[in-house]
């Protein structure tokens, strides 16, 4: 059994992550997930005909509880069990709200919805599908958090939400790492930071980001998954960068 589940998928870099999955290893199936079932359907569409053969997608809202539920049922027609989860849903920015320069841009509406888009989704998810998890072998839970939710890396201010948000879903990565660790011996639990990379959500920031330092969602796909290629359960609860470097918390 070869099958990952990877949430965000119908774009940015959860699209790239279930498309080098599904290259990387033709004896893989990939779970695409997402809140739209055209964009899943246009995403599929495009993939590398053997590659699509192998793919099968979930509609879901991970920021609701109900949605969570149905994807178990979904899930249970593709899979008995997942070799691992990759979750690259996340939220910075919409046509409402975007990151706070100063403390009075914080509103309640910013940090609920940040909170809503970077920590909730993840722990709806890992309810819904952790009996999908093997006991008696490794698997990966994956989460994409961003190096601006490390409290000890914070040297620039700002971002109050979004900082705050990815800072909660970190400590809601360790923690989990800490309880799934009793039932999933062999559980590898991360969160990643996939440097700033060429998507919708960096695209209103990119101007300040210097030459060569913005990734292609290839580019960091390929790196995010060497990295949880080389860790172990004894890994697990670990906060890294694209390069395989340690972020403090
Ligand atoms: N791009 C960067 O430079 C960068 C840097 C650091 C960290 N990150 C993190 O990487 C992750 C992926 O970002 P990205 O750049 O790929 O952004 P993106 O292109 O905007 O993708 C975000 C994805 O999250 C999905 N999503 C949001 N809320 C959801 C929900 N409630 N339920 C299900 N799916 C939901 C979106 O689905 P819809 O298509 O339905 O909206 C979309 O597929 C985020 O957590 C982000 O914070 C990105």
Redesign the pocket.
């Known amino acids: 059994m070869n099958h990952w589940l990877v949430?965000?998928?119908?774009?940015?870099?959860?699209l790239a992550v279930a498309t080098e999955l599904l290259r990387s290893d033709p004896s893989r199936r990939v779970t695409l997930?997402?809140?739209?079932e055209e964009?899943l359907v246009a995403a599929i569409a495009e993939l590398q005909p053997a590659a699509k053969a192998r793919a099968t997608m979930a509609v879901?809202?991970?920021?609701d509880a109900d949605s969570c539920t149905s994807l178990a049922s979904t899930l249970k027609q593709q899979t008995d069990q997942l070799s691992g989860v990759f979750n690259?849903?996340?939220?910075?920015h919409d046509e409402r709200i975007g990151p706070e320069k100063r403390l009075e841009d914080i509103s309640s509406e910013s940090l609920c919805r940040n909170m809503?888009?970077?920590c909730l989704?993840l722990a709806n998810l890992v309810q819904a599908v952790q009996t999908f998890l093997p006991r008696d072998r490794r698997a990966v839970l994956a989460s994409?958090?961003?190096?601006v939710g490390s409290i000890s890396d914070n040297r620039l201010g700002g971002w109050y939400s979004y900082r705050m948000s990815?800072a909660a879903h970190n400590m809601l990565l360790k923690t989990l790492s800490i309880e799934l660790a009793r039932r999933y011996k062999h559980l590898v639990c991360v969160a990643l930071?996939?440097?700033?990379?060429d998507?919708?959500?960096?695209e209103p920031f990119q101007r300040s980001v210097p030459d060569g330092k913005l990734f292609t969602?290839a580019y960091s796909a390929r790196a995010l998954l060497n990295v949880i290629d080389s860790l172990q359960a004894s890994d697990s609860g670990s906060f890294k960068a694209w390069d395989g470097t340690d972020i403090p918390w």
Request: net charge positive; with cysteine; hydrophobic share 40%.
């Open positions: 949430t965000g998928a119908a774009n940015g870099i959860g997930t997402g809140r739209c964009s879901v809202d991970l920021a690259a849903a996340g939220f910075l809503a888009g970077n989704p994409l958090s961003a190096r990815k930071h996939p440097g700033t990379v998507t919708a959500l960096s969602r």
